[in-house]
């Protein structure tokens, strides 16, 4: 029988969502949308642990969207620690059992039990889809790896195929992902304190040096990236000595009457899409990476790199572009890496292949009436 729960923070806030992220209003009661659907009491949830939690594990009554949940437990049976993205910090959260529900919430229930309850789970997330797809788009990570795969073969072409995909994917994959490997989250405490751009589904993250500067660092969507440094400045060479003496002020007193003195030059860095990064390159201040670019292992890169070049040695020189001139414009204008994740999967098949005329082909059909 599916449990619901209302959640609210020790200081009551509620969750609502906002600018498409779920954020605390700071508000009690300030919406009805704050309800957890489980399929369990808490305390048998098959709780995780960081970095392994289910992606979509929740619903947002109201409107009815996925909520990207994590959990982990605490002594308290009635007691979690709750994130709701990639980039948050774990909080406390209390799960009340829910007495007054929202009709909508006793609707969404009851179609979660069917189809817990059903023998043909993706039969019943079908019929599911027909009647309240955003209410199946939350009840899809229920089900089992085999039935996932099944559904995702039996609704790929279901008008409500855009909203169903993200809990059809989780269930798919087991519903883990390896979140330490996630550039935003290996970079989140940056991310949050300087406001770095990192874009999706980028694995692996650099050692950035010196980011304290007042430089920014942004990577796009789609890069696969080793071991490498980036260095957002460098200590400036026109002075009497490249000691910094003002940024180690602590150690050196009097520096601290001599605010005015600049001890580092900064540039921002930002590398593309799609960019493909080797162990041990180093990405110098005010370089930036053309999407599709590759960085040869170590690589010393620098200035602005052609998108879809491929760039080695030490200075980084470009020994190639990947494609003519006109197929890189052409995938430069398509820009896939900004697609929703339910279109990348559908063309996942295509973008692993070497035949670009196919690919375009396929991308001129979605226009054609």
């Known amino acids: 029988m599916t449990s619901l729960y209302t959640l609210r923070t020790p200081l009551g806030a509620s969750f609502v969502w906002q600018d498409g992220r779920p954020v605390e209003t700071g508000r009690p009661g300030a919406s009805n ?43 308290r049976p009635d007691m979690l620690r709750l994130r709701l993205d990639d980039d948050g910090v774990w909080s406390e959260a ?59 073969a039996l609704l790929r072409d279901h008008p409500a195929w855009p909203v169903l995909f993200a809990g059809l994917q989780s269930a798919a994959s087991g519903g883990t992902r390896r979140f330490e490997h996630d550039t935003r989250h290996r970079l989140a405490p940056l991310i949050a304190r300087y406001g770095w751009s990192i874009g999706c589904n980028s694995y692996g993250a650099p050692d950035v040096l010196d980011h304290d500067q ?26 009497v000595t490249t000691y910094p003496f003002r940024t180690l002020a602590n150690w050196w007193p009097t520096m601290r009457e001599h ?48 998108p879809y070049a491929v760039v080695v ?17 052409r995938l430069l204008a398509i820009r896939w890496w900004d697609w929703p994740d339910w279109q990348v999967d559908r063309f996942s098949p295509l973008l692993s292949r070497p035949d670009l005329s196919a ?6 059909a979605l226009s054609t009436p």
């Open 33 to 75: 949308a704050s309800v957890l659907l489980t399929p369990g009491p808490i305390d048998t949830l098959p709780i995780l642990g960081e970095p392994h939690m289910p992606p979509s594990l929740g619903l947002l009554l109201g409107d009815s969207r996925p909520l990207p949940v994590r959990l982990a437990p605490t002594a």
């Open 94 to 152: 209390l799960a009340i059992p829910s007495h007054h529900l929202p009709r909508a919430a006793e609707e969404a229930v009851g179609a979660i039990d069917i189809l817990l309850a059903a023998s043909d789970r993706a039969a019943a997330l079908a019929r599911l889809a027909d009647a309240a797809p955003e209410t199946a788009a939350a009840a899809a990570w229920l089900l089992a790896k085999p039935d996932a795969l099944r559904a995702i």
């Open 214 to 239: 007042g430089a920014s660092l942004s990577i796009g969507s789609y890069c696969s990236m080793n071991s490498f440094t980036v260095v957002l400045a460098n200590h400036t060479s026109r002075t």
């Open 259 to 306: 605010p005015e003195i600049e001890d580092h030059v900064g540039a921002d860095v930002a590398i593309g899409s799609d960019v493909w990064v080797g162990r041990g390159v180093v990405v110098l201040p005010g370089t930036t990476v053309g999407d599709g670019a590759i960085l040869g292992a170590n690589t010393v890169a620098r200035g602005v790199i052609p």
């Open 313 to 329: 040695g030490n200075p980084g020189r470009v020994i190639r572009r990947r494609f003519a001139d006109a197929e890189i414009e």
């Open 359 to 364: 690919f375009f082909e396929a991308v001129d």
